[in-house]
């Protein structure tokens, strides 16, 4: 079994364990990068931090559930494809699951947005709009 904790000559990183990029005090991995980025563009305070976090976390579960759907569609459609008679009603079936899925993304971003947007002060809002128009940041 190759030792995770030694590293190799030739890829310094490539077995280089989780646990060597968490933060010292042995708090995790840290903050993600949006999350990080919008505290300390937008200076929020404990609170917000603890709201944004939480809004950005239904995001990302319901961004991640949408593209598990489509993958199961995708190879629902696939089997379709191979099968000798086409099953019309089963391949609606599937099309269905992709718009299900993207309609569901589509609500999160809306419901993302304005939950974001009841938190923050104006200012706030105005350097997350920047932020958004100029690229670091998206939704």
Known sequence: MYDCHRRSARHPRRHQHRAH?????????GLRRPLRLLIERLTLDDA?????????????LEREQAELDRRRASST??????????????????????VTAATRERDATISTIERIHALLSPEQRLK???LMRSGPFAL
């Open 128 to 130: 997350l709009s920047t």
């Open 21 to 29: 990029r968490r933060r010292p005090g042995g708090r995790g991995p």
């Open 77 to 98: 459609l696939a089997d379709l494809i191979s099968g000798d008679v086409l099953d019309a009603a089963a391949l609606a079936s599937a099309a269905e699951v992709r």
């Open 48 to 60: 917000q931090t603890a709201e944004v976090a939480k809004i950005l976390g239904d995001l990302r």
